[in-house]
């Protein structure tokens, strides 16, 4: 184990670093105490530095250099002394610390003097930048997530399902007791709710009107809402008077309004909530709240309705997490996951093969998932399986929808508890429908008959296979195309495949369960991982338009580990140059008749 010496104990990182700031400073600079780092409460400093620096204005100004238990390891930090109130700078917290590196920023933590005169500089830099005005409404656009949540008034973080793009539109909410969600419609809010919920009846779920507002550039901290009234400049922004003062004029107890703007990396969004106001019909113990005040109950006239909605009211500004399938799959800023959305996928098998690519094309954002297995989960299966104990003895289909379902509620996904030939016999629309099928059934009668299938339906989308080889030691995908061989081509008549990378001269060395024909291999998830990648990632590029033509896709494990189990590498190894192994190859399925098995 290494001893620590490449990193100075703090106490000397510290002495190195009095060293050089009082030798760049001379008198300029002195220590602080204790008393000094109170007003940084809770950010953990345990020493400091008080820098003078004159600025181009004619002003002296002081920064602190400020360092905690993990220096030198951990960044240093640097704040300004006289700072102006919360949000008149971007980049300046509310005590004063600058924000000068992203957070996953690395720097050389053996020479922290170095790094830390660095980060003086690049303080400085910033309040002359900020002193001179240019960056200010720049920043706090492009980075608007990070300072509205520097001003919070509420900890509720309702989830979003919206598309965050314009125009501004009524949409829809619903509050539970822990949780809220904004989402375009009933429709879309009752299926994610089903999902990410179960005992939910999402039937009898109430649901509100909640707005949507787009503005065409982010808001400044200025323009942050705090009554209800500072709600009509903003949707005069947005283009949504009219929407909102619809909305308002209903006088519900509250409104949850989205605000979206585009800032530096993509759109984003916040929220607000606008409450009722609380006016009273008369003084004294018996008063009572009435927003109607002066009114008969329902001859409230609209425009009083929304000069009280939109009046002196507190509205409770809070952050909102977004659920939407494009930042769930990417962030935003993937392509590909648009295009998976829309796309459906069938997998066959949901064993220790089938359903890890189950769950990886769900993490990529295959929209719609159908999973198809006849058989239940054993205890024995749960080492290699994505489900556990709590599925024991349930049909593997039905489960692994259920808790793909509750991990990804934006996708839509079913379980079908039956084998291949009920599948083809009583739902082939779920065959036709897909854009992809994946065969990961470990039967030679069930992928022959899709197969079968498949060339009889004239390919109208890729099927792909997968398959290990003994204790995994290597892996195939098989993706058949419109172009190209069917699967006869490089399969023999018996299932067995004509492509083999490993022989097992003593024997392929399968034990048995103490029951009749119950034969298995002994390799776990950490060697399959690498099959059941190889079999997903070609489903993907499927699914996205990049496999034309019949492909076989191999992955090996090293030499030492397959001799190791006793096997060794048959000429088909170094025919393909496979080296030492530990690789995956990509080569064409074998040319043949494309009805071949038809």
């Keep these: 184990m290494p001893d620590g010496g490449f990193l100075q104990p703090r106490d000397d990182a510290t002495r190195a670093l009095d060293e050089r700031l009082q030798e760049l400073g001379g008198g300029s600079v002195r220590r602080l105490d204790q008393s000094d780092l109170v007003v940084y409460a809770g950010r953990g400093f345990v020493d400091g530095w008080r820098v003078a620096i004159g600025f181009t204005d004619g002003v002296v100004r002081h920064l602190d250099v400020l360092v905690q238990p993990s220096f030198p390891a951990g960044l240093p930090r640097i704040a300004l002394v006289e700072h102006p109130p919360k949000l008149t700078w971007p980049h300046v917290e509310s005590d004063g610390v600058l924000c000068l590196l992203p957070l996953d920023a690395e720097v050389d933590p053996r020479d922290p003097a170095a790094v830390t005169t660095n980060l003086l500089g690049k303080g400085s830099r910033l ?36 598309n965050p793009v314009p125009p501004s539109r009524s949409v829809r909410a619903w509050r539970g007791a822990r949780h809220t969600v904004i989402a375009e419609d009933d429709a879309q809010l009752r299926d994610w709710l089903g999902n990410r919920f179960p005992g939910l009846d999402t039937r009898h779920a109430r649901m509100e009107e909640a707005l949507f507002l787009w503005l065409p550039e982010p808001p400044l901290p200025a323009m942050y809402p705090h ?85 002196d009211e507190p509205v409770r500004r809070m952050a909102i997490r977004r659920a939407d399938h494009s930042w769930v799959h990417g962030r935003g800023n993937d392509a590909r996951a648009l295009t998976l959305a829309g796309m459906r996928a069938v997998i066959v098998g949901c064993g220790s093969v089938g359903a890890p690519v189950a769950l990886a094309l769900a993490q990529a954002g295959v929209g719609c998932l159908d999973l198809v297995d006849y058989d239940t989960l054993s205890w024995a299966n749960v080492g290699r399986h994505p ?68 060339e009889a339906a004239d390919r109208p989308s890729p ?73 997903a990632d070609l489903s993907v590029a499927c699914l996205l338009g990049t496999v034309h033509r019949s492909t076989h896709r191999i992955w090996v494990t090293g030499k030492t580990r397959a001799a190791a189990l006793g096997g060794r590498p048959t000429e088909e190894w170094d025919r393909l140059g496979l080296a030492d192994g530990g690789r995956q190859a990509e080569l064409p399925w074998p040319d043949g008749d494309p009805g071949d098995g038809a």
């Design 127 to 162: 309040v002359e930048e900020l002193l001179h005005g240019s960056c200010i409404d720049r920043d706090f656009r492009e980075e608007f997530l990070t300072y509205w949540n520097y001003d919070l008034s509420s900890r509720h973080e309702p989830d979003s399902l919206l």
């Design 227 to 311: 009554r209800a009234r500072d709600f009509d400049r903003l949707a005069d922004l947005a283009g949504a008077t009219e929407i909102l003062h619809r909305s308002v004029e209903r006088m519900p107890n509250s409104l949850l309004v989205a605000i979206g703007a585009n800032g530096r990396g993509g759109p984003g969004l916040v929220g607000v909530t606008i409450a009722k106001p609380n006016l009273t019909m008369r003084a004294g113990p018996e008063r009572s709240p009435s927003v109607h005040r002066g009114f008969r109950p329902g001859r409230l006239p609209a425009a009083v309705a929304i000069s009280r909605m939109l009046g």
């Design 387 to 454: 489900l556990g104990a709590e599925s024991v003895g349930a049909n593997k289909a039905e489960e692994l929808a259920r808790s793909i379902r509750s991990r990804f509620p934006h996708l839509a996904v079913a379980g079908l508890p039956m084998d291949v030939f009920a599948l083809m016999a009583s739902r082939p629309d779920i065959l036709n429908d897909a854009d992809v099928v994946v065969a990961a059934t470990g039967s030679w009668a069930a992928e022959h008959a899709l197969d079968r299938w498949h």
């Design 463 to 535: 099927f792909v296979y997968g398959w290990t080889e003994t204790h995994a030691v290597a892996g195939h995908a098989v993706a058949i195309a419109s172009d190209g061989a069917g699967l006869f081509a490089g399969i023999g008549e018996t299932g067995v495949p004509k492509l083999k990378l490993f022989d097992w001269p003593g024997g392929d060395k399968a034990l048995e369960e103490p029951a009749c024909g119950a034969h298995y291999h002994p390799y776990g998830p950490v060697e399959l991982g690498y099959v059941t990648s190889l079999v």
